[in-house]
């Protein structure tokens, strides 16, 4: 399994913009996060990865599907303060 380490600008364009949005929200900037990408294991086709969000002594990782799920689960997690 490859861990691929990006910025959040190599996200699809969608995803980018909630990122952003989300961040902005919460009094962050998305550089504020550092963003690596792995096969998801769970994923037999391959077709999604898993994605990791770290900031500072936290990290969280969020299963990457098509409907960008993933960026509501990381805003559920600023909103219980889990990155503060």
């Not at 691929?4 to 961040?23: H, K, S």
């Not at 929200?25 to 077709?47: C, E, K, L, V, Y």
């Not at 898993?50 to 500072?56: C, D, H, N, P, V």
Request: proline share 4%.
């Amino acid at each position: 399994m490859d861990t691929i380490r990006f910025n959040y600008t190599d996200l699809p364009i969608g995803e980018r913009a909630a990122f952003e949005l989300v961040c902005a929200r919460h009094g962050f900037a998305p550089t504020h996060f550092d963003i690596s990408a792995s096969d998801d294991p769970d994923d037999n086709s391959h077709q999604s990865r898993l994605l990791t969000i770290r900031r500072g002594g936290w990290a969280q990782s969020y299963h990457e599907d098509t409907a960008g799920h993933w960026v509501r689960q990381f805003e559920t997690d600023l909103n219980c303060r889990f990155f503060k």
